[in-house]
């Protein structure tokens, strides 16, 4: 069986599953990547394309994230933070850059939710709103890249390019080696959540981590992409997934134990599932907060309220201008 390295994301997540049903049992969140060939091999150098792409330094853990068009707003997981509601940052959170010049940190000042969001993992694990934007304390350096949003709903069958700071290993054993490594690889989105759940919607793009072989192929899609398949772990949390360069799901979590799975446990090996939040279903809410940050600072009078998912609709006509003129640097390979 080929070696494939693992990826692993903050929070854990454990999920059982049987084979003959289409359920989840969900704990604690807890995503991880794990990929095709050597660890090593999945190593991100810094210049690279994905100097956007954050360690997030928290009191508790460490996730990842990806800078905004903004260049100060990182999107992230909603379950990386202790809070329920949107709000100023009341703990320690750091955002670490990786650049060729060596590292650059921007603390967290403010953060958003969605509404819909509760901070009851066991209950929002399915939901798809496990999303959250962080608004830096001074803007990134210029050097890291900015990203804009995947907006087409044609995810199903795309490959997407993972990448996070999560622990690694091998698809065989799981994930062994600790986190802190920017690591890409890629994967194949093969169903909605609403495919298991009504909860679900249509806001969770569901992957899973193939070895070749038809005995852990889970959801009955493909054989996996070879050397360059990867799984989310610990420490992934919160990290992008990019179609077209673009910031199409944020890791969320993974899901362990079914008959596919090659060893029986939630450990980012093969056969394991994995769920990332759809980012084409909350364009409106993050260009809401986008859109009112730009305004701000056109007018330099302070942000002192946060948009609703619907309100940043009503500041797009206000804000056309600036939206078209802002510096707009999308990911490249």
């Known amino acids: 069986m080929s070696r494939f390295p693992v990826f692993v994301g903050l929070t854990s997540l454990i999920a059982a599953i049987a084979p003959a049903a289409q359920a989840f049992e969900l704990a604690a969140p807890q995503p991880l990547y794990t990929t095709a060939g050597a660890p090593a091999a999945a190593i991100v150098a810094p210049g690279s394309g994905y100097d956007g792409v954050v360690r997030l330094n928290l009191d508790w853990a460490t996730c990842s994230g990806s800078l905004l068009s903004t260049g100060a707003h990182i999107l992230t997981a909603a379950h990386c933070l202790p809070r329920a509601s949107s709000g100023a940052a009341d703990f320690f959170a750091q955002a670490q850059f990786n650049l060729t010049t060596g590292f650059a940190f921007r603390t967290v000042s403010q953060f958003f939710l969605p509404a819909p969001w509760t901070g009851d993992w066991g209950f929002e694990a399915w939901r798809g709103y496990d999303l959250a934007i962080l608004e830096l304390s001074a803007s990134a350096p210029a050097a890291a890249e900015r990203y804009e949003l995947y907006r087409d709903r044609d995810e199903l069958g795309r490959v997407a390019d993972k990448v996070g700071y999560g622990r690694s290993g091998t698809g065989a054993s799981g994930d062994t080696l600790w986190s802190g490594t920017k690591r890409a690889g890629q994967n194949r989105y093969d169903a909605l959540g609403n495919r298991f759940t009504s909860r679900a919607g249509d806001r969770l793009l569901i992957y899973d981590f193939d070895s070749g ?44 134990g079914s008959f596919y799975d090659v060893d029986s446990q939630t450990n980012s090996s093969f056969g394991e599932l994995g769920g990332d939040t759809r980012v084409s279903a909350h364009t409106d809410w993050i260009d809401g907060i986008l859109n009112h940050w730009w305004l701000a600072q056109t007018s330099a009078t302070p942000a002192t309220s946060i948009p609703e998912p619907g309100l940043g609709l009503g500041l797009l006509g206000l804000g056309a201008w600036l939206w078209r003129n802002r510096r707009r640097v999308s990911h490249s390979d």
Do not use: K, Y
Not at 232 to 241: I, K, M
């Open 213 to 256: 072989l038809a005995a852990n192929d889970r959801l009955g899609s493909d054989l996996g992409l070879g050397a360059a398949e990867v799984m989310a772990a610990p420490g992934d949390s919160g990290g992008p997934s990019f179609i077209d360069g673009l910031l199409a799901g944020i890791t969320s979590w993974r899901s362990g």
